[in-house]
C-alpha cells in the first residue's frame, strides 16, 4: 500500500501556474504515468490554478494559491484552492463555454478540461470564502 502527501502555496500569479503544474507532476511520477498521463495531470493543474488567479482572486497577486497532491495506492489525488470571491453557482460555473470574465476572452472551458483530463472533478465553493477543486485520478501501472 503506497501512501505519500504534499502540500505547496504560491503567490497567485500566472508566472507560478508552471510551478504547480512541474511540482505536481514530478510528485506524481512515482506512480509510473504514461507520458500522456503526466501531460493530462499538467493540462489540469494548469486550468485549476489559473482558474484560482483569474476568477478567484481576479489577478490579486497578494493573495496565496494552495496546491496539495495526495498518493493513495495507484490514486493521485490533487485539490486547488483559493480563499478569493467563490463562485456564486457551481453547476452554471461547470457548464461549457461559461465564462465570469468574458473581458478576458476566456474560453469557459476550464472544469471541462479538467473534467477530460481526470477520472474526477468535484468543486465546492462558498461566495466570499473561495473555491476548492479535488481532483483524481487512477493509474494502472503504479507498482
Known amino acids: 500500500m503506497s501512501h505519500n502527501r504534499m502540500k505547496i502555496e504560491f503567490l497567485s500569479k500566472s508566472e507560478n501556474e508552471s510551478f504547480a ?4 507532476s514530478v510528485f506524481a511520477a ?9 501531460n493530462d495531470i499538467k493540462t489540469a493543474i494548469s486550468e485549476a490554478v489559473t482558474n484560482a488567479i483569474i ?3 481576479e489577478e490579486d497577486s497578494t493573495k496565496m494559491v494552495e496546491v496539495e497532491a495526495t498518493i493513495e495506492d495507484n490514486e493521485l489525488t490533487v ?12 453547476k452554471t460555473a461547470r457548464e461549457p463555454l461559461f465564462t465570469s470574465r468574458p473581458d478576458l476572452e476566456r474560453s469557459g472551458m476550464g472544469f471541462t478540461v ?8 468535484e468543486v465546492i465553493s ?18
Open 21 to 24: 503544474r512541474v511540482v505536481v
Open 79 to 90: 485539490i486547488v484552492v483559493d480563499k478569493g470571491k467563490g463562485i456564486n453557482d457551481v
Open 114 to 121: 479538467m473534467e477530460t483530463f481526470m477520472d474526477s472533478l
Open 55 to 57: 476568477h478567484g482572486y
Open 30 to 38: 512515482q506512480l509510473d504515468p504514461t507520458i500522456e498521463e503526466i
Open 126 to 143: 462558498t461566495q466570499g470564502e473561495g473555491t476548492k477543486v479535488i481532483m483524481k485520478k487512477t493509474f494502472n501501472s503504479a507498482v
